[in-house]
């Protein structure tokens, strides 16, 4: 069960369209919704913050106020109504604030915004969701547009149908059944990795074997590479949302092999659910 959400805000268009699908899956769940805006002070300021200072300075108390004020208006909302929602705010980075607050409030999963990136900035930089993705134990729904009405009728779950990735297979089918939506398990065939229709059947029914998995597909798709074909099979059954197992390499190891997961992240329209493995 999905019982506690956290959602990053900058108060973007991007954020209140990741707060929007929180919302609505807050109240099939009966969930609580943890609201954490990362405030970013000038440096002199942020170390008075993350000090022992017992009198923060005046620009902070100013910064502090206006944060408060957004949050207020944010919680006008008529999308929230009726579901609880807490306010909180980390003066650290953006990506250990997230972090640290899902280990603090024992988060269940985080829904978050995204801009993506590409080239340069991809390659040595990173959106802000491709680093949570990258080291989030939970898992991570990221959302592109807006989704004033997240109705997902059918879920692409991609996966390798290896045993390192059934918990995240297990997983994808209970936030599938959580929406009502029908899960199709997607195996990429292509010419750097090809398998025979006899061989990836066997792999799949070996997988789902004594798993409770129902209301679901099994589909093989060829394509040049495993992203593109995750995402035009997406495009083939109108699928609502993209679910993707991460291994969230980090340093010299995601430089030089990179993630799928990540990519899929970062280039994907639909919004996109991740596993960690």
């Not at 000038?42 to 300075?57: G, Q």
Request: glycine share 6%; proline share 3%; with cysteine.
């Amino acid at each position: 069960m999905i019982k506690k959400i956290l959602v990053p805000t900058d108060f973007s268009s991007q954020a209140e369209s990741a707060l929007k699908v929180a919302a609505q899956i807050a109240k099939k769940n009966n969930s609580e919704i943890y609201l954490l805006h990362i405030l970013e002070l000038p440096v002199h300021l942020n170390d008075l913050m993350t000090s022992n200072s017992s009198a923060p300075a005046p620009e902070a108390i100013f910064f502090m106020q206006q944060t408060h004020k957004k949050f207020e208006e944010l919680m006008g909302s008529s999308y929230l109504n009726g579901i609880e929602v807490k306010e909180t705010v980390s003066f650290e980075d953006v990506l250990k604030g997230i972090m640290d607050s899902c280990d603090k409030n024992d988060i269940d999963i985080i829904v978050m915004g995204s801009h993506g990136s590409s080239g340069f900035e991809e390659l040595f930089i990173g959106s802000n969701a491709e680093k949570v993705v990258r080291t989030s134990k939970q898992p991570v729904l990221v959302i592109k547009e807006d989704c004033s009405i997240f109705d997902v009728k059918n879920m692409v779950y991609a996966t390798n149908f290896d045993d390192e990735d059934k918990p995240s297979l297990i997983a994808a089918h209970q936030f599938a059944k959580l929406l009502e939506a029908k899960l199709h398990l997607l195996w990429v065939n292509t010419i750097n990795s090809f398998k025979t229709t006899a061989e990836t059947e066997e792999k799949m029914n070996l997988m789902i074997a004594g798993l409770s998995i129902d209301n679901h597909t099994l589909n093989i798709y060829n394509d040049i590479n495993v992203e593109k074909g995750i995402f035009n099979f997406a495009n083939s059954i109108d699928a609502g949302l993209i679910g993707i197992s991460t291994h969230g390499r980090k340093g010299l190891s995601h430089f030089i092999n990179g993630s799928l997961g990540e990519d899929v992240v970062n280039h994907a329209k639909r919004p996109v659910l991740t596993f960690k493995i």
